[in-house]
């Protein structure tokens, strides 16, 4: 649906050029949410900005449905660009218009008659439950409802393609999941295509299919959204995990890193994804192999519906069969870490 293919953003400044984007590859499908998430200053807010021309890319194509946006000029790129929404951080509502007049205004620019402008207003206004305050001022607004309205103006149009610049990041956890739920709804029910850029995992954790991570203009890693909290690759999206998945080692299990004998036990660390969280492996493991298996920590949570867990175990017994388990346990599919071996970093070692 999005192809973007070798996008260069450079800014010149009054202290030289800012090379923001260094040839960005992204390819976005019909239907999903794609997230992109990375630090302050990485290039989120360019990149999301030149995917609609708002900033104009120094090389590079963007492509959406097929269409080549950076070739289109004049009127013909105005009404391709009506077809994209945006939302901000900050709203950026007209302060002077109702809720209604604010959902209205992209309709009056794009010259739609008076009566299908109000019948699609009413409509918008019921899609994001602000049905009941048309006639009030952004200023009579909670942050979440500002959003509500700013959603709806975006979507007048009808836009296959939602832009969302970092929508929740003013807003109270509350309000952030009802934002969140309502990009999930509608969705579904527009069958839209949304790009997000956020700081916060969590947003990635709760909405999105695939994920991008952004650092320094370039796109490090990318994936489904399961796949990477399960293995992620490079350090800043474990950084990043980890402010939702807690990676660290409790001080029970770091106490018993440091008195088992190497030569009788390891302690290893399992990632499970989907189904394989409900096989009992731990029980087969300890019969097949005649092996003591001890649970010191675990947990299962919940990316969108698929279970994810993590389990540190101390292995007890033969070391041949010890080693024969965990060779099992890979079969299985299961992505295992040797805490025991000599890595430099434990506590949020990558998972192998
Ligand atoms: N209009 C501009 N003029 C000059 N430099 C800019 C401009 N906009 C962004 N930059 C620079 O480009 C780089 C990327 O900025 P950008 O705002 O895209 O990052 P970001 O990931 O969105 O950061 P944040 O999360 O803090 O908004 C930064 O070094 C920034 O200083």
């Known amino acids: 649906m999005v192809v973007i293919k070798n996008l260069v953003k450079e800014y010149n400044t009054g202290h030289g050029k800012v090379t923001a984007l260094k040839g960005i590859n992204l390819r976005v499908r019909e239907g999903e949410i794609f997230g992109i998430i990375g630090p302050s200053g990485a290039g989120k807010s360019t990149l999301i900005r030149t995917i609609n021309l708002l900033e104009k890319p120094t090389s590079g194509e963007i492509y959406i449905n097929g269409v080549r946006l950076t070739s289109l000029k004049g009127k013909t790129l105005r009404k391709k660009r009506q077809k994209i929404g945006m939302i901000f951080q900050h709203f950026n509502l007209l ?100 790009i997000l850029i956020t700081h916060e995992m969590e947003v990635i954790k709760q909405i999105c299919d695939r ?93 969108k519906g698929v279970p994810f867990g993590t389990l540190v175990l101390k292995l007890e017994g033969d070391i041949t069969q010890i080693d024969r388990a965990i060779k099992f346990l890979r079969q299985q599919g299961l992505k295992v870490e040797v805490l025991t071996d000599d890595r430099p970093d434990r506590a949020v070692g990558q998972v192998q």
């Open 95 to 194: 302060n002077s218009r109702t809720v209604r007049g604010n959902i209205s205004f992209p309709l009056e620019i794009a010259g739609v008659p008076a009566v299908e402008r109000e019948e699609r207003v009413e409509r918008l206004m019921e899609l994001v439950g602000l049905g009941d305050r048309a006639d009030h001022y952004p200023s009579q607004l909670s942050g979440g409802q500002k959003q509500r309205v700013g959603i709806a103006r975006a979507l007048a149009n009808n836009p296959d393609l939602l832009l969302s610049d970092e929508a929740t990041s003013s807003l109270d956890p509350e309000s952030t999941e009802s934002i969140l739920n309502l990009l999930s709804r509608i969705r579904e029910e527009m069958n839209l295509t949304i």
């Open 211 to 303: 994920v991008a991570v952004i650092e320094g203009g370039k796109i490090i890693e990318e994936g489904k959204v399961i796949d990477v909290f399960a293995s992620p690759q490079a350090p800043l999206t474990r950084r990043f995990i980890k402010s939702v998945i807690n990676f660290d080692l409790s001080p029970r299990v770091l106490e018993h890193l440091d008195v088992i004998d190497k030569k009788e036990g390891k302690i290893i660390r399992l990632s499970f994804v989907g189904e394989k969280t409900h096989k009992p492996l731990i029980s087969s493991l300890v019969r097949k192999y005649k092996i003591d298996a001890n649970i010191l920590y675990g947990n299962v949570d919940d990316i």
